[in-house]
């Protein structure tokens, strides 16, 4: 059977290189958007192992339906990589429009948990899994925005690492303010076949060959 991973949360680089990473390995590989984004094109290379599925982030019926299509093109889901950067808009609390702030606390946050609910059913069901979380901050937060949400991102894991740690799958998390994304790409899917060694923790990509790793804090 195919490997089978989901790649979901924010899109861009990160996205596309981990997207180019896995089918690279010829990966079953199913990329989540949100409705409006346009679907990138399809080569004929990939059109059997590449699918496009939309999530609403405000939805908890779309966070269900999206696992269960997933389920349905790939048979089996090993890996989720649940992508996270924080909002790049540098402009002070009082210029933000309401939309926005709604949007990243109301749209990501719910997005996020509502999601991350699925899978767990779906990995206890299957008793095996790994739920990747990937905290990319490129640049520095400066804003109450950009906090708030890297806060809510990394408490979150936090407290997924303590409530799961004794079920049959694996939740972890990685972290890196490197701006080259391919080989940070590269490393976290050379981590699936052993995905025991960075399970239930934050572990910190440098850009280097070590790394360090650091529990709850």
């Known amino acids: 059977m195919e490997k089978a991973i989901l790649i979901a949360g924010i899109s861009g680089d990160l996205q596309t290189e981990i997207l180019q990473e896995s089918l690279s390995r010829h990966y079953k590989t199913a990329v989540a958007l949100d409705p409006e984004v346009e679907h990138p094109p399809i080569g004929e290379d990939w059109e059997k192992l590449l699918r496009y599925f939309e999530w609403n982030k405000r939805s908890s019926l779309?966070?269900?339906?999206?696992v269960l299509e997933v389920l349905s093109f790939a048979d089996s889901l090993e890996e989720v990589f649940l992508l996270f950067e924080p909002p790049k808009d540098g402009r002070p609390l009082h210029e933000l429009p309401v939309a926005e702030i709604e949007g990243t606390?109301?749209?990501?946050?719910?997005?996020?948990?509502?999601?991350?609910?699925e899978l767990i059913l779906q990995f206890q069901r299957r008793k095996k899994g790994t739920l990747t979380l990937v905290q990319y901050e490129p640049t520095p937060l400066l804003t109450p925005l950009s906090l708030g949400s890297s806060s809510f991102f990394r408490a979150m894991g936090n407290a997924l690492f303590?409530?799961?740690?004794n079920e049959p799958f694996v939740i972890r998390g990685f972290h890196s303010t490197a701006e080259e994304v391919k080989d940070f790409a590269r490393y976290l899917l050379s981590l699936q076949e052993k995905p025991e060694k960075t399970y239930g923790k934050w572990t910190k990509y440098t850009g280097k060959t070590s790394f360090w790793s650091f529990r709850r804090s």
Not at 62 to 66: D, M
Not at 107 to 112: E, L, P, Q, Y
Request: aromatic share 22%; hydrophobic share 45%; glycine share 10%.
């Open 162 to 165: 303590t409530q799961y740690q």
């Open 62 to 66: 779309s966070a269900k339906n999206l």
């Open 105 to 117: 606390f109301d749209g990501w946050m719910k997005g996020f948990l509502f999601l991350i609910k």
